[in-house]
T-cell receptor, first 111, second 118 residues
């Protein structure tokens, strides 16, 4: 079983839709859960991160972690065409600097 | 201002050649990384340096040799290039985010170097 599993999509939604992106992981030592956004032909950029279980909201984005089921989610409200990108989840052990990336989900928001 | 920069942006070369990719960060971070993103967009860490010292060395062929002349620079030299080395190589540097228990290092990526081996 891979450490991080993420459905690569592609996912295509109309503008204004609510988007749900998900990952599962196998390593119970992960404590930090990052979401990166990668536009085409660019480097990944950090979108937000959470520590342990729970929710974190940042504008239209909400990150959710359920450590009991090892499930990570990113919700995008009122999606915009500018949200079209690949979203990568990347959990991390506390004290480790080794991010483990999911394969990424390619999202297209159609105007 | 460019935070993490890489040169060259594109590199096309023949099998068997030796090539180098350079990375520089002006963020004052102590830790730098090299990642490889293959054709299926899977991003995987290769190396990590902290203040010029190697701290992460994943299972990477010996043909790949990182060099850090100072903490702002991390270069990647590749010997005897093979077709399978074709990928996008990303450099990154990291800093601590947050405070106390919830703080963690997070990584800032460069624009990538697209290597094509013919």
């Amino acid at each position: 079983q891979k450490e991080v599993e993420q459905d690569p999509g592609p996912l295509s939604v109309p503008e204004g839709a609510i988007v749900s992106l998900n990952c599962t992981y196998s390593n119970s030592a992960f404590q930090y859960f990052m979401w990166y956004r990668q536009y085409s032909r660019k480097g990944p950029e950090l979108l937000m991160y959470t520590y342990s279980s729970g929710n974190k909201e940042d504008g239209r984005f909400t990150a959710q972690v359920d450590k009991s089921s090892k499930y990570i989610s990113l919700f995008i409200r009122d999606s915009q065409p500018s949200d079209s990108a690949t979203y990568l989840c990347a959990p991390l052990n506390g004290g480790s600097e080794k991010l483990v990336f999911g394969k990424g989900t390619k999202l297209t928001v159609n105007p | 201002d460019t935070a993490v920069s890489q040169t060259p942006k594109y590199l096309v070369t023949q099998m068997g050649n030796d090539k180098s990719i350079k990375c520089e960060q002006n963020l004052g971070h102590d830790t730098m990384y090299w990642y490889k993103q293959d054709s299926k967009k899977f991003l995987k860490i290769m190396f990590s340096y902290n203040n010029k010292e190697l701290i992460i060395n994943e299972t990477v062929p010996n043909r790949f040799s990182p060099k850090s002349p100072d903490k702002a620079h991390l270069n990647l030299h590749i010997n005897s290039l093979e077709l399978g080395d074709s990928a996008v190589y990303f450099c990154a540097s990291s800093q601590r985010l947050g405070h106390g228990q919830t703080s963690t290092d997070t990584q800032y990526f460069g624009p990538g170097t697209r290597l094509t081996v013919l």
